[in-house]
Each structure stands twice: as structure tokens, then as C-alpha cells.
């Protein structure tokens, strides 16, 4: 593809109709059961909520015991979430019943063909609906230690039996026996925040077909999760995503590498939930608008922005932390100079605030805090989000501790060298996506290491980066949109007001003629007041400010008056 043409590609619009298969075949248990009831809704409930294409567009659910039932048929998920949330108390229930287990032999496989076998039948309303040709895939979880005969098994009767077009992949995931931990990210000692999120899946490869895989799936809480947030990742390799162009290369032209982008997390603002929970300063969604009242003398609009009180919960290294989980713009703390705060508590601030960033700097350490308006630490009601929940009775799996219909933006604060703090917010649990980013690679080989070694040394090494000097443009293309008049401070086209003589016209084609008596009076009163608004607004300044606009008294400027204690 020729680089100076322009390009594009669609965005998850290759996503998967997915089929999910669970095997209820011991020692497949009530605690997995229960995890991947949790993973699903937790998944289905971001995904009803996101903004943008759907990244689950189709989903099925079968359940696998004496006899194949299909608790969800495959089907349009957006707009399904209460069908979704009934299909997972029935796959519940169907694990607390406990139903006989099919000991037929090639009941799995059975299953898998029931699947596709639905999929095709589906296939022409998916594509009508989509515009794409849709692909399935298929996931078998099952506890069965002769899951790689499995897989082969799957693998022989699909080969040559099914239009592998169609066909993404068959996954037969085996669920770990004896795994069941509890490890919650929080608590995990050696994971320091934004590391690696791959979950405890491990491929077992890819068989001869190359349409079944087997994958090791250990059965804790964050693996599950882990494994169905891979759904939410853009599928797509019609297209490349990227490409990074050096100005010079090995032989004298241009030197391109082309790449994919994946995504880290799940950025907030796609989700239907408080913005201002996750952002802090003046652009935050928490802003609001402020209209004057009738009695105030100023006519101009204010915004009201909250004013946030942030939880501290830990120390992190800072070299523990990853820069990937990090977004959002940055803003600099200082100490307040509040001037309706006494002088002895700004003094008194200030010194802390001093000391806090001098003693982080010197420990290499970063705190981290919630935007939470729960109790404080020390109230009664006050528990800590890295304290353990309760099990269920029922279930033996944690209870949920995260508040109900609330959410809760995650900041990191950095110390500096002067008198100031950093703060960004940070990504939480609920918005990691799984990633490799930790995987080790293979060595590049000898060739590669020297042409890319020599595209590098004719480039140039700046000591530090320094903004100033890399100008964006931003300016002109600003300038430009309000030239045209598109711009946030244009106002539109200037439209100019009805002459007198048409609104003369149109009045005396409507009225009588004992009407056009009043009608020329009222015109005449009303052209008398608008001569008089527009000859005083040709001498004032500022045409928003009214007429009984009065000077407000004088501010105290004595610095005495607010320092009294301050001697010269």
C-alpha cells in the first residue's frame, strides 16, 4: 500500500459471533461455575454500556450436562442484557440441580456441531444486519483431563465438514483442576500496578488444521475475567493499524515499519458512567454551567466546578509502576493560597505540603487515591478497598466490595524536585484488558539489529525533550475553523435582522385597516426603543453588560487588611 495514499480501515467491524460451551463433566465444580457466571456479567455489562460498535455483537450459551441445553441461542447482544442476565441464573441453576452427566461418548463434539450448525443457519441474517461476512468462534470449557483428545476429536470431524471461511477458531479451554485461588490483584504482592494483566491462560498450540486450539485456563477469579475481556479487543487484520515512517533508510528511502495497536484498557469515556469521577480540573464532567440570577448585576455565565476530596490508600514504588496505565492529562499540585484561609493554616500547609514531596522524592515513592465520597479512614463505615470480603455461604466465592451504582476514579500523585506534585488518574481493575506486554521474545536477528542500527544513527539525540521547540500547529488550524466560521467562538454566519419594510408589508397584508393604526403606533415605539438601544450600545464597550450597570465598590487592596500580622 502506497504510504501517500490516503487509507482507513473499520474499526471492530470483524468481530466474532461467539459461542460459549460449558461442560459440566466432573470434577467440574459449583465455585467455577459461579466464576464464570461473574466473568460473563461483568463482561456483557460493559459491553451494553460502551459507546461506539458493539465488541460482542453476537453471543450463544450452552450448557453441557445429560443433555444439551441452549440457555442463550445466538443472537444480537445489544439491547438483550436482561435475556443475558436470565441465560446466567439459569446456567446457575443448572450447576445447583445437579443434573446427570452424559457419559455418552462424543456428546462434546455433538455439541460443537449443534453450534455451528446454529450459526450457519443464522449466518445470512448476521451478514444482512453487520454488511460483513461474519466468522464464529467457539469455546469449550471443560474440566475433562483427556481435553487435548478432545481437541483432536473436534478437530477431525470439522476438517473438510465445515466452510472454514466462516470459522475464526474452536477453542477447547481446559479448566485447571486444583486452582482454585483466591488472588486478588490488590493483594497480589509481586504485580505492581499496570503490569502485565495477561491472565493465567496458556496456549497449548495450535493443531494441524489450524482452526482448533487448546488453552490451559486456570479457574481463579482474575483468569476467568481475564480470559472473557479478550473478547473486547478489536479482531480485525483485514488492515493494518499503524505505520511508523524515519525520514531516511538503509538504502537512502524512506524506512516504514507497519504495526497493530491494541488497547490497554477500557478507556472511561466509553462507558455510560459518572465522567467526572475519573477526571479532575475545569474540563471535567463535573463542571457545570452557572447562570446568574434575574437580581445579579453581571450577565456573564460562571462554571461551577466541584471541589473533590481524594482518599489515600498506599504507597507505590514508582518503579513499580507501569506507564501504560497512566492516561489522562496531568496537572500540577501546589499548596493552596486560599486567601479566606487563616495565615497560620496556609503557613502551616505549606510546610506539609513541602515536606510530603521532599520525603516521596527521597523514597522514590508515589501515592495513590480515589476520587471516593464514602467515609474517611477512621469512621466506622470506613473499610479499605484492599481488605479481604467476605466469602458466600452459598458459594464460597468473595462477595463484591465495590459500593453498588457507584464508581470510583483511581489518581497517582508524583513528587518533583520543587515545591509541586503531579496527579493522573490511573486505570482500576474493572477497565484492564489482557496483554502480553511482559512476554519475552525471540533475539532479532543479526541483519535487522544492523539496518534498523543505521537507520538510528542519522537521527538526532536531543539531551531533553523540550515542547517549546516542536510547535503542532494548532494555532493556524484554530484560526482557519473561525475564518470559516466553524469555530466554538464564531457564532455561526452573521444573519442580519428584517427590515422595517417587510415586516410592514407582512403586517398589512394580515390586518384590517382599524388594525394598522395600532400596528404603526406599536412599530413606532418599538423602532424609537430599538434606535435608543443601539445608539447606546455604539458607545459602550461591551454591548452584554446592561444598562443599569454600576461599578462595584472598590476591593480593600491594603495587603495590611488581609495580612494584619505581618509587620513592614
Not at 475433562?144 to 479451554?173: M, T
Not at 524512506?254 to 472511561?268: A, M, V
Not at 501546589?334 to 496556609?346: F, H, I
Not at 514531596?357 to 522514590?364: S, Y
Amino acid at each position: 500500500m502506497d504510504a501517500q495514499s490516503p487509507s482507513s480501515r473499520t474499526a471492530f467491524a470483524r468481530q466474532p459471533a461467539r459461542i460459549l460451551l460449558i461442560d459440566f463433566t466432573p470434577p467440574f465444580s459449583l465455585p467455577v461455575c459461579q466464576g464464570i457466571c461473574t466473568g460473563l456479567n461483568n463482561l456483557f455489562t460493559m459491553v451494553c454500556n460502551m459507546a461506539g460498535p458493539c465488541r460482542v455483537p453476537y453471543f450463544g450459551l450452552f450448557a453441557l450436562g445429560s443433555f444439551s441445553e441452549n440457555l442463550f441461542p445466538l443472537q444480537y447482544v445489544p439491547g438483550n442484557y436482561p435475556r443475558i442476565q436470565n441465560a446466567l441464573e439459569e446456567l446457575r441453576a443448572f450447576q445447583r440441580d445437579g443434573f446427570l452427566i452424559n457419559e455418552k461418548p462424543g456428546f462434546l463434539l455433538q455439541a460443537v456441531q449443534d453450534a455451528l450448525q446454529q450459526f450457519m443457519k443464522q449466518s445470512h441474517t448476521l451478514r444482512q444486519t453487520t454488511g460483513f461476512s461474519s466468522q464464529v468462534e467457539v469455546s469449550l470449557m471443560t474440566s475433562q483431563k483427556s481435553a487435548n483428545l478432545i481437541a483432536k476429536q473436534i478437530e477431525e470431524a470439522i476438517s473438510g465438514r465445515f466452510d472454514v471461511e466462516n470459522l475464526r477458531r474452536i477453542q477447547v479451554v481446559s479448566l485447571a483442576r486444583d486452582s482454585f485461588v483466591q488472588v486478588p490483584l490488590e493483594l497480589s504482592p509481586d504485580l505492581p500496578i499496570g503490569g502485565s494483566q495477561r491472565s493465567s491462560a496458556s496456549s497449548e498450540g495450535v493443531l494441524e488444521s489450524g482452526i482448533v486450539e487448546l488453552v490451559t485456563l486456570e479457574t481463579d477469579d482474575l483468569s476467568i475475567q481475564n480470559f472473557f475481556n479478550g473478547w473486547l479487543h478489536d479482531c480485525s487484520t483485514d488492515k493494518e493499524y499503524l505505520y511508523i515512517e524515519f525520514p531516511s533508510g538503509v538504502a537512502g528511502g524512506p524506512f516504514k515499519l507497519t504495526c497493530d495497536i491494541q488497547e490497554r484498557f477500557i478507556d472511561p469515556t466509553l462507558l455510560a458512567v459518572q465522567q467526572g469521577d475519573f477526571t479532575l480540573g475545569l474540563g471535567s464532567a463535573t463542571s457545570q454551567k452557572v447562570t446568574p440570577s434575574v437580581h445579579s448585576k453581571s450577565s456573564a455565565a460562571a462554571l461551577a466546578v466541584a471541589i473533590p476530596t481524594l482518599r489515600v490508600l498506599q504507597l507505590v514504588r514508582i518503579s513499580g509502576i507501569c506507564e501504560s496505565v497512566v492516561f489522562g492529562a496531568p496537572l500540577i499540585l501546589r499548596p493552596t493560597a486560599c486567601w479566606k484561609l487563616p495565615w497560620d493554616e496556609l503557613e502551616r500547609n505549606q510546610q506539609h505540603f513541602q515536606a510530603l514531596c521532599h520525603l516521596l522524592q527521597q523514597k522514590d515513592l508515589a501515592i495513590l487515591v480515589c476520587k471516593d465520597p464514602g467515609p474517611s479512614p477512621g469512621h466506622p463505615g470506613y473499610q479499605s478497598v484492599f481488605q479481604h470480603p467476605p466469602l458466600s455461604s452459598s458459594s464460597g466465592r468473595q462477595k463484591a466490595g465495590t459500593p453498588q451504582g457507584s464508581s470510583k476514579g483511581h489518581f497517582l500523585i508524583y513528587p518533583s524536585e520543587g515545591a509541586s506534585m503531579m496527579i493522573k488518574p490511573v486505570a482500576a481493575k474493572e477497565l484492564m484488558l489482557p496483554s502480553d506486554v511482559g512476554a519475552k521474545s525471540d533475539p532479532p536477528l543479526s541483519d535487522a539489529v544492523g539496518d534498523v542500527e543505521r537507520v538510528l544513527d542519522t537521527l538526532e539525540v536531543a539531551d531533553v525533550f523540550n515542547p517549546l521547540l516542536i510547535p503542532s500547529g494548532i494555532q493556524a488550524s484554530l484560526k482557519k475553523s473561525l475564518s470559516r466560521g466553524s469555530g466554538r467562538g464564531s457564532g455561526g454566519k452573521a444573519t442580519r435582522r428584517p427590515r422595517a419594510q417587510a415586516s410592514r408589508s407582512l403586517g398589512m397584508s394580515r390586518t384590517s385597516r382599524g388594525q394598522v393604526g395600532r400596528g404603526q403606533r406599536s412599530r413606532g415605539q418599538a423602532t424609537s426603543r430599538g434606535m435608543r438601544g443601539r445608539g447606546r450600545s455604539t458607545s459602550t464597550p461591551l454591548r452584554s453588560m446592561p444598562i443599569d450597570y454600576r461599578q462595584p465598590p472598590a476591593v480593600v487592596k491594603d495587603f495590611e487588611h488581609f495580612f494584619p500580622d505581618i509587620e513592614d
